[in-house]
C-alpha cells in the first residue's frame, strides 16, 4: 500500500526492544490510542518480529498501522533457516518493511542483499521504507554522490510502476543515536537532491511524488522543525519511538502542523 495521501507519516523503529511481550503490548496500546484522534498523521510501528502479532490486536485503528524491521531476501518459503518472508509479514497485517537500515548494512547487508529485500518486499504489495544515508559529510559534498548510489542500486533496476510504491528513509548515520538531529534546512537540502535522484531515474513525476522522511535523534522537541523547515513528508523515529510520553507528543504536535 503506497503513501499517497498528504498526510505526514511518523514511523518507530524500536529496534531490539522493549525486552518483554508485555512491555510491547503496553507501548502499542498507547500509540493506538493516541492515534485515533490525529487528524493529518499516519502512525507505523515497527516492533522485534515476535512482537508484531502481539502489537497488531483484533480489529483495525484508525491512522495506526504495522511495520517490520525486515524482511528475508527469500520471495517463496522453503529452506531457509532463520529467515521471516515478507509473505508471512503480510499475512501478519503487515503494511511497511524497513529496508536498508545503517545497523543492518553494517551487519553485512550489501547493496545486491537491500534490492533483494526491497523486490521480496513490493513483490507483496507492502511498502518499503529504503533507508539511505552518508557516514560522514564533508565540503565536497561526496556524500552526496553516496547517496546517489545507494538509491541507484538497490532500485535502479525497478519498473516505474514498481517503485511508486517505495517510501525513502534519508538517515545520516552520524546523526542516528546522537545528541543532536541534522539542522532542518539540511534536511531541506538534502530530501531535494533525493526527490531529484528519482526524478532522473522515473521523470520528473516521480521526483515530486516521492516519500520522503528523515531520521537521526528525532525527538516532539525538533520534529515539528524538521517537518515545516526540512519539508520532509515525515519521520524514522528510534529511541523517541520507544518512550510513550515522549513518542505521544511527538505525534500530538506534528499532527498541529496540518
Ligand atoms: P534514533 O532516533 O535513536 O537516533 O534512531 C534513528 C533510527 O535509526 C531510526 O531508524
Known amino acids: ?6 498526510k505526514k507519516l511518523i514511523v518507530g523503529n524500536w529496534k531490539m526492544n522493549p525486552s518483554t511481550s508485555v512491555e510491547a503490548k503496553k507501548l502499542a496500546r498507547k500509540f493506538k490510542h493516541a492515534a485515533v484522534s490525529l487528524n493529518h498523521t499516519e502512525v507505523v510501528i515497527c516492533p522485534p518480529l515476535t ?21 528475508s531476501t527469500q ?35 550489501t547493496d545486491a542483499i537491500v534490492a533483494a529485500r526491497l523486490k521480496a518486499v513490493l513483490g507483496q504489495g507492502m511498502t518499503p521504507i529504503l533507508c539511505i544515508g552518508e557516514h560522514s559529510r564533508d565540503e565536497s559534498g561526496a556524500y552526496l554522490d553516496v547517496l546517489k548510489e545507494q538509491i541507484k ?30 539542522k532542518s534546512e539540511d534536511v531541506y537540502e538534502t530530501s531535494l537532491f533525493i526527490k531529484k535522484v528519482f526524478a532522473d531515474l522515473y521523470g520528473a513525476d516521480m521526483g515530486l511524488k516521492v516519500t ?4 537521526g535523534s528525532v525527538t516532539y522537541r525538533n520534529a515539528p522543525d524538521i517537518i515545516s523547515i526540512g519539508k520532509v513528508d515525515g ?15 511527538l505525534l500530538k504536535a506534528v499532527d498541529l502542523l496540518g
Open 1 to 6: 500500500m503506497p503513501h499517497t495521501t498528504n
Open 51 to 71: 512482537f508484531i502479532p502481539l502489537c497488531t490486536g483484533r480489529t483495525k485503528t484508525a491512522h495506526f498501522h504495522m511495520g517490520a524491521q525486515v524482511a
Open 75 to 109: 520471495e517463496e518459503s522453503g529452506p531457509h533457516t532463520g529467515e521471516v518472508g515478507a509473505n508471512m509479514l503480510r499475512d501478519l497485517g503487515v503494511e511497511y518493511v524497513i529496508v536498508g537500515h545503517s545497523e543492518q548494512r553494517k551487519r553485512g547487508d
Open 153 to 182: 542500486a538497490s532500485c535502479g533496476d525497478l519498473l516505474k510502476k514498481v517503485a511508486k510504491s517505495i517510501i525513502v528513509a534519508y538517515e545520516p548515520i552520524w546523526a542516528i543515536g546522537a545528541a543532536e538531529a541534522m
Open 212 to 215: 520522503v522522511l528523515y531520521g
Open 235 to 249: 519521520l524514522l523515529v528510534g529511541r523517541e519511538s520507544i518512550n510513550a510520553p515522549g513518542f505521544i507528543e
